[in-house]
């Protein structure tokens, strides 16, 4: 079992940038490929970027390429997710998920095991 609290939405001007951590709990976060995913209103959530267990390899939407980082800390059992150059179309809660080891690099919401309660990100134009 892994529970998951997410942390550091709020509202910035378009070409800003936030930093989204999430925390996890229990010993064996290590053993879990991490992704940020996000919802807007009136739409399906999305993936947004992904990290394997070891952090080596990182995998990204198209839409926030180039501007957002993935990354994670197995010492301290956290995955952050750095967002540059924010525009209002990011606008969304975000989420942080935990799945198995073995995810690909264009994963599908279902194959997240765990996921957190979400924070807002809200990017004003």
């Known amino acids: 079992q892994v529970q998951l609290v997410e942390s550091g939405g709020g509202l910035v001007q378009a070409g800003g940038s936030l930093r989204l951590s999430c925390a996890a709990s229990g010993r064996t976060f290590v053993r879990y490929a991490m992704g940020w995913f996000r919802q807007a209103p009136g739409k399906e959530r999305e993936f947004v970027a992904g990290?394997?267990?070891?952090?080596?390899?990182?995998y990204y939407a198209n839409s926030v390429a180039g501007r957002f980082t993935i990354s994670r800390d197995n010492a301290k059992n956290t995955v952050s997710l750095q967002m540059n150059s924010l525009s209002p179309e990011d606008t969304a809660v975000y989420y942080c998920a935990a799945g198995p080891a073995g995810i690909g690099p264009r994963p599908l919401v279902s194959e997240y095991q765990y996921w957190g309660r979400g924070t807002q990100v809200t990017a004003s134009s």
């Open positions: 990290i394997n267990w070891s952090g080596r390899s990182t």
